[in-house]
């Protein structure tokens, strides 16, 4: 740890481990600001482990939770899906933790063209 942090690159274990420094420094004079720099650690995997990584064998075994996500959009006017949304018309949105529960109306979901 001590050479990592003294900006040596060190190869330990099954990698490579470097410093790396994060953020812009502009001009001559430029000196080190903490609103605008930090330090983190690069690590690279050595041939052993990058062969190991290569020839492992996958079992999907289900998927785990995620926050809210729109899977699929489908405009209830034209039954298009993931595509065109008729102005004025219904969407149907399918996805995982999609919930409006409250009869404000500023409460809802907005759509944009991005």
């Not at 062969?51 to 034209?78: F, M, P, Y």
């Amino acid at each position: 740890m001590e050479e990592v942090c003294n900006g040596v690159s060190v190869a330990f274990g099954l990698g490579y481990f470097g410093l790396k420094v994060n953020g812009v420094f502009m001009g001559d004079n430029a000196q080190w600001d903490s609103t605008k720099h930090n330090l983190s650690v690069r690590v690279a995997p050595n041939a052993e482990l990058r062969k190991a990584v290569e020839t492992t064998d996958v079992n999907v075994r289900g998927l785990s939770s995620s926050g809210t996500v729109i899977n699929s959009v489908t405009d209830v006017t034209s039954g298009e899906e993931n595509g065109k949304l008729t102005p004025g018309g219904g969407v149907n949105l399918i996805g995982p933790r999609i919930r409006i529960d409250s009869i404000a109306p500023e409460m809802g979901l907005k759509l944009r063209n991005c």
